[in-house]
Nanobody, 127 residues
Framework: QVQLVESGGGMVQAGDSLRLSCATS????????MGWFRQAPGKKREFVAA????????YYAENVKGRFTISRDNAKNTVFLQMNSLKPEDTAVYYC????????????????????WGQGTQVTVSS
């Protein structure tokens, strides 16, 4: 069972930057694809970004492309989400998610394709 712990959330102003971290334990990180999702009050959880097992491919939601960057440090068993040019509409609880190496095609944008989730970290962007 992979365990995930997010950190790095906070309250910032529009245009500022934040870097979220998600530390993992309990699994072989090199065999885990990682994703970031977010959920704003009253809205469904939505995909933000994902990175494949070896970090060779990244995926982004259209509304964060060019502003957010996902990366992973396999030596530290950690995935990061660098968020620049933050907007009030980025306000949400951000969750990291892990998908182990198993059968079936990896569908990075689907929350149902992930096996384990962190507890979330709040990001609030004021205008």
């Amino acid at each position: 069972q992979v365990q995930l712990v997010e950190s790095g959330g906070g309250m910032v102003q529009a245009g500022d930057s934040l870097r979220l971290s998600c530390a993992t334990s309990g699994g072989d990180f090199r065999k885990i694809a990682m994703g970031w999702f977010r959920q704003a009050p009253g809205k469904k959880r939505e995909f933000v970004a994902a990175v494949t097992f070896a970090g060779s491919s990244t995926y982004y939601a259209e509304n964060v492309k060019g502003r957010f960057t996902i990366s992973r440090d396999n030596a530290k068993n950690t995935v990061f989400l660098q968020m620049n040019s933050l907007k009030p509409e980025d306000t949400a609880v951000y969750y990291c998610a892990a998908r182990g190496l198993r059968g079936g095609n990896y569908q990075p944008t689907l929350d149902t394709d992930y096996d384990n989730w962190g507890q979330g970290t709040q990001v609030t962007v004021s205008s």
